[in-house]
């Protein structure tokens, strides 16, 4: 059963635009630890005599920890944590004997032991808001034990909202510090804007569509959708995995495909939010499917992510908190990225996958083969999965170099022990050549194209009963089906996603045969979740 989408936001949310604009002009996330601050979570431990204590910000979709105390967790949703509470009701949380429930930032403890994550559920805890000097709750500052308490005296919350005053202070020398280096050097050119003020009329003029702003409402307001696309056993017809593609259900513009805002999000910094969403909701979604379905737990969702994502430290923490929360299992979610998202900074890459690794989630290296560095990113990286490019699938019949290509990474892997799923497949003879050389799993238009989470359901269903009629018995007659479709371009007007997935439901397999219209190829969806 496909998830209900969660009511929109109401309308306190110009509180909530203003309070999100006053954390991004501190540029406080995902920022390295202060003394300043460390020492403040110090003192908060200290003197309120609990295990732990953290300081945390909160923007639009995750609670990111500026400074711990004893504490290793740095990242976790926002949804439901006690620190949204104190954001959304500017108000201290006192919670004397919290039953243990889905593990959270603020009421889990992570220990971190021989590299084993080891949580512990906290049974005291209490936050108060952390605010900029405007008078915006920007965050929390927190403390957490182990062991209940019978009460919280008025003083102890009174220090606790003294030490919150100091860190407003450090908030605002670090903005002056900040604003002080930027200032230009010759004597009457200073602009004297507020930081982050408006841009102007003229830039606003030749800004390009969607701005942070129309992203933010459109994840405040519930239109981001997720699309799956099956991936397939070829030699079974067995599905095996739904990869996650993000859409935009505009109200205006429509269904917007992901290339049209992908690219803006990842300049405007929207992408973090967008990718946190998409995790989540492609967690959720599966967890739900688990429990409908009687599938094989082998069953993976899949979830693309950006280059920005892959610069935050503490990704591996906001995974972890994702799976717990949503109660997936970590061997059923897979993360796939390109080379270029893992260009920026190698090193960190590395140790980021190396944690998910540790978690047990599948790492895919997509659109293998078309960057300069894919043999030494399979030596330096722990990939488990190659994605064989669209574009050597399409040209294998070409000529000999793409067949060669195909035939060289699927060598490769067997040797390193890695899987391989060939991407783009749409007609039955490029499935029937990758199978004789070898490629145990493919995606593309010949078995699906991306479906949103309703028709997913649809297909699960046809898919098992084609399946139990013999070895790809179940893809007979679909490129018939495709090739049926009308031409034009896949995202485009007036043919859209949904007359399509219409059209490709209608009626039973027909006899096999034909190839998939001009123009049917899938958008290049590189990006999910990010």
């Not at 490629?439 to 593309?444: E, F, K, L, P, S």
Request: glycine share 8%; with cysteine.
């Amino acid at each position: 059963m496909p998830l209900a989408p969660p009511k929109p936001v109401p309308a306190p949310s110009i509180r909530e635009d203003a309070r999100l604009a006053a954390l991004r002009d501190l540029e406080i996330l995902d920022t390295p630890p202060e003394v300043c601050f460390d020492t403040i979570t110090r003192l908060a431990a200290m003197y309120m005599q609990q295990e732990s204590a953290f300081l945390v910000f909160v923007d639009e979709t995750r609670v990111w920890s500026k400074s711990t105390c004893r504490s290793k967790l740095t990242d976790s949703p926002r949804h439901g944590s006690n620190a949204e509470q104190i954001v959304l009701t500017d108000m201290p949380v006192i919670l004397l004997d919290q039953h243990p429930g889905p593990s959270q930032m603020d009421d889990k403890m992570d220990d971190q032991m021989d590299g084993q994550p080891q949580a512990a559920a906290l049974r005291f805890f209490a936050g108060v808001p952390i605010r900029t000097a405007g008078g915006h709750v920007a965050g929390a500052l927190c403390v957490s034990g182990n062991r209940p308490r019978e009460s919280v005296s008025a003083v102890e919350v009174k220090l606790l909202e003294h030490l919150a005053d100091l860190v407003t202070d450090q908030l605002e020398l670090r903005l002056l510090r900040s604003r002080a280096q930027a200032l230009p050097s010759r004597p009457g050119s200073v602009d004297f804007r507020p930081h982050g003020a408006a841009i102007s009329a003229e830039q606003a003029a030749g800004a390009q569509w969607p701005q942070a702003d129309d992203i933010r409402d459109g994840l405040r307001l519930n239109q981001f959708v997720l699309f799956y696309q099956p991936e397939i056993e070829l030699t079974t017809g067995r599905v095996v995995g739904l990869e996650a593609l993000i859409r935009w259900q505009h109200p205006v513009r429509g269904l917007v495909a992901p290339l049209q805002f992908i690219p803006q999000a990842e300049e405007n910094g929207m992408i973090l939010p967008l990718g946190d969403w998409g995790l989540g909701q492609a967690c959720r979604q599966m967890q739900a499917w688990q429990r409908e379905w009687p599938t094989p737990s082998s069953l993976r969702v899949c979830v693309n992510f950006s280059a920005r994502q892959f610069t935050r430290a503490s990704l591996a923490d906001h995974v972890q908190t994702t799976l717990q929360d949503s109660g997936l299992s970590a061997g059923q979610l897979g993360i796939e990225m390109t080379e270029s998202s893992l260009n920026p900074n190698p090193a960190e890459a590395a140790r980021v996958l190396g944690r998910l690794q540790h978690l047990g989630v599948a790492l895919h290296l997509d659109d293998f083969g078309t960057g300069y560095s894919s043999l030494s990113y399979l030596h330096n990286f722990p990939f488990d999965v190659l994605k064989i490019d669209r574009s050597f699938v399409h040209r294998m019949k070409r000529g000999k170099q793409s067949f060669q290509i195909v035939k060289t990474i699927l060598d490769l892997a067997r040797v390193l022990g890695m899987e391989v799923i060939a991407e783009g497949i749409e007609t039955e003879e490029q499935m029937h050549l990758l199978k004789k050389m070898g490629c145990r799993y493919g995606q593309g238009f010949l078995f699906s194209p991306p479906l949103p989470a309703a028709k997913i359901e649809e297909f699960m269903s046809r898919a098992a009963a084609w399946t139990a009629t013999g070895s790809g018995a179940w893809t007979d007659g679909w490129a018939d089906r495709l090739s049926a479709f009308p031409t034009g371009s896949f995202m485009g007007h007036p043919v859209d996603d949904q007359h399509r997935i219409d059209h490709f439901f209608a009626g039973g397999p027909s006899p096999a045969g034909g190839a998939p219209a001009k123009g049917l190829e899938a958008p290049e969806d590189e990006v999910v979740a990010s």
